[in-house]
Every structure is written in structure tokens, then in C-alpha cells.
């Protein structure tokens, strides 16, 4: 792999390389727009696409035939647009079966509230849309709180704006079936927890039982995730998820892993009560035989991490000791490598801060999981970046500066483009190491990646590359950066707010100068103080003076003196006499 090299993803179109995180996730968004874009044109326009060029002739790789075949008002052709996921088509045609007094079976009714229920009564989409992931933990509770918030969970809502209509169309189906059979109910049930009506899921599955029915596996499991919207109260809510699983255990239904995922997710918005539950939990899966998931871990790591005044356990090293053995393959809509890693990192961040556990190894192990096996193949492309920045951000914190310098250069920009916070962990490992040879190398990097006008970033450089003498190569280096640096605070544009100088800045670039024996250079940022009314320090005009009498200029040197008298300041007279003993001067000139 090419260090150098942007993702593959964007190699097909140099124009289109991403300079930062930024331009890297829009041309990836952009890049996916289009694929859904051509999938629109062909599901919409199939009467432009029948003709079949290729020799041979490839049927997987050819677009799908999407027009119904069958004409006419028939059970056969029910299931066609069924089967082709027409929803609208296919109320429209049961509609007509009912009225022309056509019977229609049973099978073809359920299959029929099966496609109502997974597409929420609206049209299918080319790609069906991700499910957003609930983001209803409540951080940052304290573990003897009892009671959830009610303005984050408002029963019977699952998402911002319920998606489960009154009396819509699977409901209306569902009301005139001649009869209905465990399917029917299942299937309304998980439709009706999927698109946010869980109240009226579980009055469904009252009326399943009523009727002598049983629920399947994952009506159970989709009951389960809805526990949080049912019940206000953690300790409720940890009963009436008992209740369904001895319901199951009644029934004779057999768990399997996305019963306890279902189950993990719903203890992880339980306070407390979650995490004493959450252990076992893990036993009973142990006790079954059934092997944890990634998104096992992604809920285990929240329940006990959720917090940061929680005191670390060593969960987080027994998940990664599970991780490291195994390559995962999907089995839950949850799992996700990055979420582990990622929520990983966090912690370990905390961890590394608040709690004073000095362990890179830990990172190291986290990073080598996520490596492991086929785990790449759960790589989101969204949050891969974030994934690295954690990283690299732990690796400025607590690795040798070799070390980190040999990731940076192996990982920007293939794996990530640094965020203005890593360039930042990365400048004060420089200075913590003492290596501030290598920042005009960073600095050629933060223009690259558009990061030259970020203020704080900018005047962090030059207040390390000012703050002590070093050999003439370096400061040359230095001053070509103060010289691009200055270039910036002067760039004006359309599109631009100029930057302001401020004290600091002014002080740092004539500095550089000086040292560098860029005499005129120094002088025209020293006319600067008096243009914005600030005062340069003792340091800088000493310097400046050095660098006069080193280029052997005393019209600069008296140029000077005459500033610093213009300005009142106290140190005017030293500087006229160190002018004085040391330049040689004319006549005119004293």
C-alpha cells in the first residue's frame, strides 16, 4: 500500500483527490449519489434498458427486470407485484380482488402485510434506507437514578416523527382478513415497533395471545428493542423484558443472538439496573452456546462506559481478549467493527486521561482486532477517519516521537486525513520531544490539507518555531514557513475573511526573520506594531537589533531606535546607546 496515496475509492479521478477529511467524506457522498442516481434512472426508465449488448450474455450483471408481466386482476398477479415490492400496485390490486368478491389466500395476504409492514405502508426505494440508529442513551446518569427522562422517552415514539399512520393500510388489511393466523399477527407486530407505534405493538401482541397464538423468535426479539418506549422507569422496563422472555420460554422459543443483542440494547438505556444485569446476560448466552456479536460488545461497552465519573473496569480488556481470538462475519444489523473500535478508543481516551492508565498497548491490541480476519469488511467509510484520528491522537499522547512520526507518515493521507486537533497533539509531541526540526514538514502538510488559515493552529507554529534559537539550517526553514505564514495574514479574497494579526503573531514572524538575517523582512513586520497599535517586546527589538548589526545595517538599527521613542517606550535609550557602541556611524547618522 501506497502511504502517499488517497483512498482507491477516489483513484480513478486525480482531479477528484481529497485535500482533508472534509473533501474526503463529500466526493465519497458524492461518489454513492451517483450509484443511486444511475439505480433511480434504470428503475424508473426500464423500457430504455432492454436491449442486452454484452457477448456473453451476463444475467447477474444485467438490471433486474422491474415490469410486472402478468396482466389483469388476478391472485397470480398479486404476487408478482409483490414479489417486485410495487406497494401502492399491490394494495390497489387486493383492493380490486376484494370488490370483484375474488377470494384471496391467506399466504398471499400475509405476504402482502409483510411488504406494508417493511416498507411502513409507503413505496419501496432502489436502496432501502438505513434505519437510524437510536441515540436515546442517557448520559451521563447517575447509577442511582430510577427514572428516565420523559422528554427523551416519550412512549410509543420511537423516532422525531412516527412513521406508523392510523389506520393505514396494513392496518385496514389487516382488520378485513377472513382470518389470520400467527404470521398475521408477527408480522403486524414487528411492522408496527419498526416504524415507531410500540404501544400499539404491544396491544397487538395481547391480542396474539389472546387468540391462543404464539409469537415467533423475532417478534419477540422486536418487542424486546421496544421495551424503552413502553415503560418509563429502569427497573419497569428490566421486568417487562422479563416478561417476555418467560413468555418465550413458555412458548418454547428458542432464543438466539439477536434475542440478547435485542435484550443489550434495551439494558443499555436501564441506568443502573443495566449494568448489574448486563453480566448476566452474557452468562446465559455463554450457558446456550451462542457466540457474542460485535454488536454484543459495541452495547456492552456502553453500559459500562456510558459515564465519566464511572471508575474503569476491566471490561474493556475482556472484550478486546474476545475480539482478538475471532473474525467476525454480520449477524445483527448492529454490527459494526468501527463502533467497537471506535467507542473503544473513547474510553481508552478517558481512561488515559482522567484515570492515569498509562497502557499504548491497549490501543495497539485495539488496532490489531479491528485488522484481524475479514473485521475490515465492516469499515465504514464515514467514520473510518474518526476511528484513526482517536488513534493517532493516543499515539501523540503516550508513544516515542520516532514511533508517531512513523504512523503519521505511513497513515496521512491513505488511511486519514488529520483533523486540526491531531495536527495540534502532533506539534506538542514535537515540542515535548524536543524534534521541532520537523515542523516545516508539518507545515507543508497543514497547507495541503487547507488548514493554513486556522488561527489557533497558526499561531501554535510560529510560538514553537520562536521560542528558542536553533542552528542557521533550521531557522532558514523556520523563516520560509514565517514567510508563508505572513502571506496568509495578508491574503485577501472575495470569499476570505482576512485573519487579524494580533501581538503574538507580529512578534513571532519578526523574530524569525531576525534570526534568519532577513533584515528587511524583520523591519516591515516591525512597522507593523505601529500600524495596529500594538507594542513589540523587549525580546523582539533586541533581536532585531542583533540581526541589524549581523547584515551590518545601522539605517535599520536607527530606524528602530526612532520606533521605539515614537511608541514612549522605556527601552528607547538602551537601544540608542547599544546603536551607538556598536554600529559605525556617520556623522548624519548620529
Known amino acids: 500500500q501506497d502511504p502517499t496515496a488517497a483512498h482507491y475509492m477516489f483513484q480513478d479521478d486525480p482531479f477528484l483527490m481529497p485535500r482533508n477529511a472534509a473533501n474526503s467524506r463529500l466526493f465519497s457522498l458524492s461518489k454513492e449519489s451517483g450509484r443511486n442516481a444511475a439505480k433511480y434512472i434504470i428503475k424508473q426508465f426500464p423500457q430504455y434498458f432492454d436491449k442486452t449488448f454484452a457477448e456473453p450474455n451476463i444475467p447477474c450483471l444485467m438490471p433486474e427486470t422491474l415490469v410486472p408481466q402478468i396482466e389483469g386482476v388476478s391472485e397470480e398477479a398479486l404476487k408478482e407485484r409483490i414479489h417486485l415490492r410495487r406497494v401502492k400496485d399491490s394494495v390497489d390490486l387486493f383492493d380490486q380482488l376484494v370488490q370483484a368478491g375474488t377470494p384471496v389466500s391467506l399466504e398471499t395476504t400475509n405476504s402482502l402485510l409483510d411488504l406494508l409492514c417493511f416498507y411502513g405502508d409507503g413505496e419501496s426505494t432502489p436502496e432501502t434506507e438505513e434505519e437510524e440508529k437510536e441515540d436515546l442513551e442517557e448520559s451521563g446518569v447517575n447509577a442511582s437514578e430510577q427514572k428516565a427522562p420523559k422528554r427523551q422517552f416519550q412512549r410509543g415514539s420511537q423516532t422525531s416523527g412516527s412513521r406508523w399512520r392510523e389506520n393505514n393500510n396494513a392496518e385496514r388489511i389487516f382488520k378485513i382478513m377472513p382470518e389470520r393466523n400467527a404470521h398475521s399477527y408477527c408480522t403486524m ?94 452468562k446465559e448466552m455463554e450457558a446456550l452456546d451462542i457466540e457474542p456479536s460485535l454488536a454484543t460488545y459495541d452495547h456492552l461497552l456502553f453500559i459500562f462506559y456510558r459515564s465519566v465519573d464511572l471508575y474503569p473496569s476491566g471490561i474493556i480488556s475482556e472484550v478486546l481478549d474476545d475480539v482478538e481470538k475471532r473474525s467476525f462475519t454480520p449477524q445483527d444489523p448492529d454490527d459494526d467493527v468501527l463502533s467497537v473500535m471506535f467507542v473503544s478508543f473513547k474510553i481508552l481516551t478517558r481512561l488515559l486521561q482522567c484515570c492515569d492508565l498509562k497502557d499504548i498497548k491497549l490501543a495497539y491490541r485495539l488496532n490489531k482486532a479491528m485488522e484481524k480476519g475479514d473485521n475490515w469488511k465492516f469499515l465504514d467509510m464515514d467514520r473510518l477517519n474518526a476511528y484513526w484520528s482517536k488513534f493517532f491522537s493516543l499515539l501523540c499522547m503516550m508513544e516515542q516521537i520516532d514511533v508517531v512520526l512513523k504512523w503519521y507518515k505511513e497513515m496521512s493521507p491513505s488511511l486519514f486525513y488529520p483533523t486540526p486537533k491531531n495536527i495540534l497533539d502532533l506539534l506538542q509531541a514535537l515540542d515535548a520531544a524536543n524534534h521541532l526540526e520537523v515542523i516545516p514538514s508539518v507545515w507543508e502538510d497543514m497547507k495541503q490539507l487547507g488548514f493554513n488559515r486556522r488561527q489557533e493552529l497558526l499561531e501554535e507554529v510560529l510560538s514553537l518555531m520562536s521560542r528558542d534559537q536553533h542552528p542557521d539550517e533550521i531557522q532558514l526553514a523556520f523563516a520560509k514557513c514565517a514567510e508563508d505564514i505572513k ?80 511608541l514612549g517606550l522605556p527601552s528607547s535609550q538602551r537601544l540608542k546607546s547599544r546603536t551607538e557602541k556598536e554600529f559605525e556611524l556617520s556623522e548624519k547618522q548620529k
Open 487 to 566: 502571506a496568509v495574514y495578508e491574503q485577501t479574497g472575495r470569499e476570505q475573511v482576512p485573519l487579524e494579526w494580533t501581538g503574538s503573531a507580529l512578534s513571532n514572524v519578526a523574530l524569525l526573520f531576525s534570526r534568519a538575517g532577513r533584515t528587511q523582512d524583520a523591519w516591515n513586520m516591525m512597522e507593523r506594531f505601529q500600524q495596529i497599535n500594538r507594542i513589540p517586546t523587549d525580546q523582539v527589538m533586541n533581536e532585531f537589533l542583533n540581526c541589524a548589526k549581523q547584515t551590518n545595517c545601522p539605517d535599520e538599527a536607527i530606524k528602530l531606535v526612532k520606533l521605539a521613542a515614537s
Open 189 to 282: 407486530i414487528r411492522g408496527m415497533v419498526k416504524h415507531g407505534a410500540s404501544a400499539k405493538a404491544y396491544d397487538m401482541y395481547i391480542d396474539l395471545l389472546n387468540e391462543r397464538h404464539k409469537a415467533d423468535v423475532h417478534t419477540f426479539n422486536a418487542l424486546i428493542t421496544a421495551v424503552p418506549y413502553l415503560k418509563e422507569r429502569f427497573i419497569e422496563r428490566w421486568e417487562l423484558a422479563k416478561v417476555f422472555l418467560n413468555h418465550m420460554a413458555q412458548q418454547e422459543v428458542q432464543p438466539n443472538l439477536l434475542t440478547f443483542n435485542a435484550l443489550l440494547k434495551t439494558l443499555r438505556r436501564c441506568g443502573g439496573v443495566g449494568r448489574s444485569m448486563s453480566l448476566l446476560v452474557i
